[in-house]
């Protein structure tokens, strides 16, 4: 039997932390009701619940009527404060049909009607494009057979409109609208109908589609400082690839990526003139300053690339790890020379810079091939995207490394000592390349590893902080298209221990491009109970993706940072976990 409960306005904030939040279906727009006063449906498909949040931002108490005909319990009614807000459910089997008609003596008059679609295997999610001014709708069917799509948007010229979406495919509706366009969209299929409704919207308020994505770098896009024959210049790179991304103790996001100068060519490959350039935002993501490059070599035909960015919570130091490839033909897969020294010039390089200021300078590059790099192997290079600290004040940021015999390994250095002294730890698994390192709510450290030829995730466990592991298994649930991915603990910067270091969490997030075979369809995932499963999952980039990796930004959100081939560009993604949940 469905249940249905009030949840005062001071708890709402520790159920939706229970729920990993819900999932927005944007709600009608108040009909002559004070501004602020609004009841929007809702979806927590792991609960199997449909929500209703009756939220008061008026001056005065409001009095909400829920009615579902038919409904045992029918109709209920709550008093929400002014500034308050109450959510009800109903714990629903998939395919529920469902009609909710909310009243206030004030003048709300709205109805939400639909299929509780969790469970069908069928999605439709809203998004808008900042940068093109797109509300964008993917359609999304994980079922066996094809299914027709109807889009309904009343008053809208052209609705509507019906699209077929092949089994196990999806599909990309856009409309070029202006910010603050209300919204409807009716979705239905056979087996599915759900409304979309709200404003189109760069932000993240409440009624807006929950996720944005802004186009930070272009094969178009100007650069600031990129290094040249003649000395620097400002100008644009023939590839723009491998993100990297973290938030700062004050919520400043800083995004790099290679500026591959010349070519989409790795570190080693063609003239070797790869650059590290940087985007800030220091307003949580909504606007960001020009790319400039942090950090070139001296010369055009030595590289510097693959970065990762640490933060060091205790300190506020921001780490950019890079891999610097000191002449053309030295790359990951050229043969070793034997040596560790800081000048070797046929092997690849691990180096840093550092930045105290939340990114807006950074120091000097500092070597760590003489400390880290065991002779015997061929080459080794910084896996990019992010490192972590964990809650004990360990700073980790993982490694690949060819042995002797020219097996590639996944493994870490690491730091006690807030970045002072490095060390490196042991293999965390062979015939794996690009990595990412999380901390389980155990303390335990897991390693989710991009295998060479096996299309699953592979995982290795360290019970010594991440320094060494026992064997790799593949992951039943999480697949890969030989790609790498990431896998993320879902805490705010703000969300440290006494000792300033990462508090633990079993929330983790999972962004990877879920086709199997293909870099296609870049998509997150959440779990909370330490990767054990992943319920929720949400298609944020339809068609060709690539690398991405994540962060959670000060206000809760999540920033994805994804390329999109080797041309296509870096793009910025921010989304709720309502989102992902709605899916």
Same mark, same amino acid.
């Given at each position: ?349 691990? =180096? ?5 200021? +939340? /990114?807006?300078?950074?120091?000097? $590059?500092?070597?760590?091939? @003489? !400390? *880290?790099? &065991? ?81 699953? =995730? ?5 019970? +010594? /902080?991440?320094?060494?592991?026992? $064997?790799?298994?593949?992951? @039943? !649930? *999480?697949? &890969? ?103």
């Amino acid at each position: 039997m469905s249940a249905v409960r009030a949840i005062p306005r001071r708890a709402v904030a520790v159920v939706a932390a229970a729920l990993c939040l819900a999932g927005m279906l944007p709600g009608t727009p108040a009909h002559a009701a004070p501004a602020g006063v609004t009841a929007t449906v809702s979806a927590d498909c792991p609960a199997s619940r449909l929500l209703l949040l009756l939220d008061n931002r008026g001056t005065t108490a409001q009095t909400f009527t829920v009615t579902w005909p038919g409904r045992p319990g029918s109709p209920w009614t709550r008093t929400v404060p002014a500034g308050g807000s109450t959510q009800l459910y109903w714990t629903l089997a998939a395919g529920t049909a469902y009609t909710l008609r909310t009243t206030t003596p004030t003048g709300l008059d709205d109805t939400s009607a639909g299929i509780f679609h969790c469970g069908t295997g069928m999605s439709a999610l809203t998004s808008f494009d900042c940068t093109a001014s797109r509300l964008q709708l993917v359609l999304e069917n994980r079922t066996t057979t094809a299914r027709d799509f109807t889009v309904t948007w009343p008053g809208r010229t052209g609705s509507p409109w019906t699209r077929t979406v092949a089994a196990g495919g999806n599909v990309l509706h856009y409309w070029t609208v202006a910010a603050g366009t209300p919204y409807s969209l009716r979705v239905t299929a056979a087996g599915f109908d759900t409304t979309q409704r709200g404003v189109a919207a760069c932000g993240m308020a409440a009624g807006t589609p929950q996720m944005t994505t802004t186009t930070l770098l272009t094969t178009q896009t100007v650069i600031r400082n990129l290094n040249g024959a003649n000395g620097r210049y400002d100008g644009t790179a023939a590839s723009v690839r491998i993100p990297g991304m973290a938030v700062t103790n004050n919520g400043t996001v800083i995004a790099v990526a290679d500026a591959r100068v010349d070519g989409s060519y790795d570190l080693g490959g063609g003239t070797n003139n790869i650059q590290i350039a940087m985007v800030r935002s220091t307003d949580g993501g909504r606007t960001f300053d020009q790319p400039r490059v942090i950090h070139a070599p001296a010369t055009t035909r030595e590289g510097a690339g693959d970065p990762s960015l640490l933060v060091d919570r205790g300190t506020g130091v921001v780490f950019c790890f890079f891999t610097y490839s000191p002449r053309p033909g030295v790359s990951f897969w050229s043969g070793g020379s034997g040596v560790n020294t800081a000048d070797d010039p046929n092997s690849l390089h691990l =180096r840093y810079i550092t930045s105290r200021d +939340d /990114g807006a300078t950074w120091s000097a $590059p500092v070597e760590l091939n @003489p !400390v *880290l790099k &065991d002779p015997a192997w061929q080459q080794v290079f910084f896996s990019s995207g992010h490192g972590i600290q964990t809650s004990t004040g360990r700073l980790i940021q993982p490694i690949v490394y060819r042995d002797a015999a020219g097996t590639s390994h996944a493994g870490n250095i690491y730091s006690d000592d807030h970045g002072v002294t490095w060390r490196r730890g042991g293999s965390a698994g062979g015939t794996v390349n690009e990595s990412k390192a999380i901390e389980r709510g155990t303390g335990a450290v897991v390693q989710n590893m991009r295998h060479n030829s096996t299309r699953s =995730r592979f995982y290795a466990t360290s019970t +010594d /902080g991440g320094a060494t592991f026992g $064997p790799p298994s593949a992951s @039943p !649930v *999480l697949t &890969d298209p030989l790609c790498n991915a990431d896998e993320l603990s879902y805490l705010r910067p703000s969300e440290v221990g006494a000792n300033g270091a990462p508090v633990r969490t079993r929330t983790a997030l999972f962004s990877n491009n879920a086709h199997p075979t293909a870099r296609n369809d870049l998509t997150v995932r959440m779990s909370t109970d330490d990767g054990a499963t992943w319920p929720a999952r949400a298609l944020l980039k339809p068609g060709g993706a690539g690398y991405s990796t994540m962060a959670v930004l000060s206000d809760g959100t999540v920033g994805n940072l994804y390329e999109v081939g080797n041309s296509g560009g870096i793009y910025f993604a921010r989304f709720s976990l309502d989102w992902v949940k709605g899916a």
